[in-house]
């Protein structure tokens, strides 16, 4: 994983919450589940496995560390849910599916941030600008894509620094 990673195996499914199991009543059960406030989504139950931990925040949301990764109802789309603040959510494309060929150019620093083991530990989304007004298009911003380590619910965002990809690719919301 190192330049010219293509993400090819780089989209995985999230994984599914495990069981709840019965415990003893002197062993407390421990919560797999986590309802979070969105003003955008509503309010969210959702799994423990689908939080995720950016260290250093995002590029102008430093101080937000912590996300939810929600599938959207759309195929190749998601929505990341601040846990701290209902107002600030994020709709998320998978970029393999916007630009056929898409790379990204991960640097051993990242690769030791996110712990990743290899490309399949991955998961690769590119956040969506909506459109400010009717006849204009939605964008995704292709060179600072969100890397999540999935099984370590470690993300970063990186600038990657493979030519060619722009910084407003138009994106179809609809199918």
């Known amino acids: 994983m190192s330049a010219g990673f293509d993400g090819s195996k780089a989209i995985v499914p999230l994984p599914r919450p495990m069981p709840a199991v019965a415990s003893s009543s002197s062993t407390p059960a421990v919560s797999i589940e986590r309802t979070i406030e969105s003003r955008v989504l509503g309010d969210l139950i959702i799994p423990t496995s689908s939080l995720f931990q950016f260290p250093e ?7 937000h560390r912590e996300f939810a990764l929600v599938p959207a109802a759309r195929d190749g789309f998601w929505w990341l849910q601040a846990t701290d603040e209902a107002q600030l959510a994020f709709l998320l494309v998978d970029p393999f599916r916007v630009s056929p060929g898409y790379e990204v150019d991960l640097g051993a620093g990242d690769i030791r941030f996110l712990g990743l083991d290899g490309p399949d530990a991955a998961l690769v989304l590119t956040v969506v600008t909506l459109p400010a007004s009717e ?3 939605a964008t995704t911003n292709l060179r600072g ?24 690719e138009p994106v179809a919301l609809a199918p």
């Open 135 to 137: 006849g204009e298009s």
């Open 57 to 63: 925040g995002m590029h102008g949301f430093e101080t």
């Open 145 to 168: 894509p969100l890397v999540f380590n999935v099984a370590g619910q470690r993300a970063r965002q990186v600038v990657s620094a493979v030519d060619g990809h722009g910084l407003q």
